[in-house]
């Protein structure tokens, strides 16, 4: 991987990191609390499974499968299972609540839906635009 890769990858993955983080914040302040009750560890936490995410992300984009559909289940399963773990490992450092894989399942389904509902669109755009190139270049002639 190049190293323009790697710094779009760290930007991205920053990006929204601190578009989550101001989320909660807002949410938090909004509802009348004042400090993040699971305080730092909640912020490793977020970037553990968003790091998950981004990988899920990488490998929906990157791996040589066609059609689509096949290589986003092949990026989700081992990736939804890793948050699984994750969230199992924090269960051995504190108390999980009652919810919390119906939550990860729930919020990282949803993003990564919507991450690839985003990457399909683009991919079908780009494709038009190859399909239509050649065709309004000949009409020029």
Known sequence: MNKKKWIGMVSVYSVIYTAITLLNSVLYLANGIYED???????????????????????CVNLPVKPFIFRYIIAYVPSQLSAFVYVWFVGLREELAKTAYRDIWINFTCLFLLLCTINTLIGFRKERRKKSLPSLSHQRL
């Not at 699971?38 to 490998?59: K, V």
């Open 37 to 59: 009750p699971s305080g730092n560890w909640h912020e490793l936490d977020r970037a553990m499974i968003l790091l998950i995410g981004i990988a899920a992300f990488e490998l």
